[in-house]
């Protein structure tokens, strides 16, 4: 009888086989990003580890979907869309242009204070995100070592041995609303727009070094899993201190990016309180 894991990595092996323009998969992209392809083939090659998802890194504007209820945050259903998305920077410089904004007082008699149930047009930079099944527990403990060792401190270890590898070189912040005529108001200028875009590009070449360090690490792990050395009584009670201590890390790092995230809240709600001033 074949063992779970190999059956579940010789099925996404043979879907990832098949993916395609042609025939895509589940992603809103529907291929594999290029970028991920040297990290996917290392992690796959490795009999210990299947890859179940990736991107690479992206900026995408995206339109909130209709709100049930006011104050609904992120609403991402109901007619919800992507105004703007790449995973290249080349494509980034002067995005803008595609989209079709009205600016500042261009936007007529559109009120400049929106309302609870405004859907907004959110601008953000989301960085390398993989998600690897493991055969066991001591294998996603290494992984998960490797990736926080090179700065990937956002990654964890869930349910079923998968690790999720993450870094927090994100950017998230609102540039717009679509009013109550369906124009797609910008209430920054052009000016601002150029500056997170700057931002954007600055991220992208950060992503792409972690991308091949991350590589690299992973690479040395396969080695080092291929030529297994029986471990002394006191090497693995090292080991299994180190493993606590990455534990113990990825959970303050979670934590310390909720209170992050609830802080960046309060200060978007502070922020949209505060009368504009003429």
Not at 129 to 146: D, F, G, P
């Amino acid at each position: 009888m074949q063992d779970p894991f190999d059956q579940k990595k010789e099925s996404i092996l043979r879907e990832i086989g098949a993916t395609n323009e042609v025939t895509p998969d589940a992603s809103p992209k529907g291929t594999i990003d290029v970028k991920c392809l040297p990290i996917i083939n290392t992690i796959n090659a490795n009999h210990d580890m299947v890859t179940t998802s990736s991107c690479s890194g992206r900026v995408s504007v995206f339109l909130e979907g209709i709100k049930k209820q006011e104050g609904q945050i992120g609403a991402k259903g109901h007619e919800g869309r992507w105004l703007f998305v790449t995973h290249d920077a080349e494509e980034l410089p002067q995005w803008w242009e595609a989209v079709d904004f009205v600016y500042g007082e261009a936007a007529g008699s559109t009120s400049s204070t929106p309302a609870n149930t405004t859907r907004f047009i959110l601008y953000k930079f989301e960085p390398l995100i993989l998600h690897v099944k493991c055969r066991t527990l001591e294998m996603a403990n290494r992984l998960y070592a490797a990736a926080m060792g090179c700065g990937f401190r956002e990654s964890g270890i869930g349910t079923n041995n998968i690790v999720a590898i993450r870094i927090s070189i994100r950017l998230d912040v609102p540039i717009g609303y679509m009013s109550t005529d369906d124009q797609m108001v910008s209430f920054v200028n052009k000016q601002y727009l150029e500056m997170v875009t700057k931002l954007s590009l600055d991220r992208f070449e950060e992503n792409d070094k972690k991308l091949v360090a991350l590589e690299q690490c992973i690479r040395a792990l396969d080695v080092a899993v291929a030529t297994p050395v029986e471990e002394t009584k006191e090497e693995r009670r090292e080991r299994k201190m180190r493993e606590g201590m990455a534990r113990r890390e990825g959970v303050r790092a979670e934590k310390e990016k909720k209170k992050a995230e609830k802080a960046a809240e309060q200060a978007a709600k502070q922020a949209e309180e505060t009368p504009e001033k003429s």
